[in-house]
């Protein structure tokens, strides 16, 4: 399969996976053909991209840590707590950040969410089902779902949860710290529906968006939330309480600080916890990974160049680290351009890598420089020592 750019998509191309909107819906199935209508809905909600069947690159498989069965599921679970908690705040008419702390307090909510245990608890179900599909994975190969321009919220968890399992299951966390990890990554983000709600209230009044205090306000927010629901999940509930801090306390809602490293006390509150960093470091490469409004989405080398020296003051040094022992910056499927040697400036994409010379892999040249289409050249870059390539930017 290949990954085109939706800007040069054709009518009768056949699609090689599912579009999937933030809900986790099918939008249009694998082995549809493009028509122009599709094509035409496709650029109107930002998918950046199609996996299109190619029968020159029929042979590539591009791997994904997550089926789309689970992931699809997970969406769908979550999206359901997110709307039952955003019926909640719209209900109380929440638009500022006091309002939403107040109406958390309030009994009547406060029951309502401990009435609730069963949409919380197909969360947690989902992150099991997550762990079970990591489990045997040592890099991460793919978190290709394409994500539409307003899927930034449930896809984004996802992803996050994948991320952060993958990243302590490398640091050796127990399965109960795990699952604990993939809980509060899932939720993160929860506190986000404050401002969500408050957005549509005054958008229906015809009034200015809500402040971004009460964005800024969303990880103590849902953490207040979360320990509404189940005070006893300390560790689940601090990831979203202390996914913005940072190593050197510049971080919110608490300046608290950080080591730098993976061991340390457990009776020092001062510092962030072990597993709210994994989930910082986690969310900070889906961030860089994905295309934003206003920039495209990073190339692996790009982010991996960005957390490094992200690294020491905002992300842990140690963890990430060990993250960048698990980044391909040339995996299976990427987009290439070649900048040496005879083919310079042709582009096409990995067919294979190397184990013991990732940065070497062989690659499928499918576009000349002008970007016509020509007979497929495979290249060995172990066999090519002149010719570099990198990743393309779409």
């Not at 498989?61 to 769908?76: K, N």
Request: include cysteine.
């Amino acid at each position: 399969m290949l990954r085109l750019p939706t800007a040069i998509l054709q009518p009768g191309m056949t699609l090689a996976r599912p579009i999937i909107d933030e809900r986790g819906r099918i939008l249009l199935r694998p082995g549809v053909q493009l028509t122009p209508d599709y094509i035409s809905i496709l650029k109107r909600r930002g998918f950046p991209s199609a996996y299109i069947s190619d029968g020159d690159t029929d042979d590539i498989v591009i791997e994904d840590l997550l089926s789309d069965q689970v992931r699809r599921s997970a969406q769908t679970h979550l999206a359901e707590v997110f709307d039952f908690v955003g019926h909640v705040s719209s209900q109380a008419g929440v638009t500022s950040s006091e309002q939403a702390a107040a109406v958390i307090q309030d009994s009547v909510i406060v029951n309502a969410l401990r009435n609730s245990e069963d949409r919380f608890r197909q969360v947690e179900d989902s992150v099991t089902r997550l762990l079970d599909e990591i489990m045997d994975a040592s890099t991460l190969t793919g978190l290709s779902q394409i994500r539409g321009a307003n899927d930034t919220l449930f896809s984004h968890s996802i992803n996050v949860t994948a991320t952060a399992l993958m990243l302590g299951r490398q640091l050796k966390l127990n399965l109960s710290d795990l699952k604990r990890l993939g809980a509060g990554c899932m939720l993160h983000d929860i506190g986000k529906v404050f401002w969500l709600a408050g957005q549509d209230q005054e958008a229906a009044k015809g009034q200015q968006a809500t402040p971004l205090q009460v964005l800024r306000e969303h990880p103590r927010l849902g953490y207040e939330l979360l320990r509404a629901r189940n005070p006893d999940e300390v560790l689940t509930n601090h990831i979203a309480l202390e996914h913005h801090e940072r190593q050197d306390g510049r971080g919110y809602p608490r300046q608290l600080g950080g080591t730098n490293r993976i061991e340390r006390s457990r009776a020092d509150r001062r510092n962030i916890s072990l597993i709210s960093e994994i989930a910082t470091v986690a969310d900070c490469y889906d961030l860089l990974s994905v295309k934003r409004p206003g920039r495209t989405a990073l190339t692996p080398k790009q982010v991996a160049d960005t957390m490094s020296r992200l690294a020491g003051t905002f992300l842990n040094r140690e963890i990430v680290q060990v993250f960048l022992t698990m980044l391909p910056t040339l995996p299976v499927g990427l987009d290439v351009i070649v900048r040496t040697g005879l083919y310079a400036g042709y582009r096409g994409v990995v067919v294979q890598v190397d184990p013991k010379q990732p940065d070497r892999p062989l690659i499928r040249i499918l576009f000349n420089a002008r970007g016509d289409r020509i007979v497929p050249i495979d290249l060995d870059l172990t066999q090519e020592s002149s010719i570099m390539v990198e990743a393309a930017v779409t």
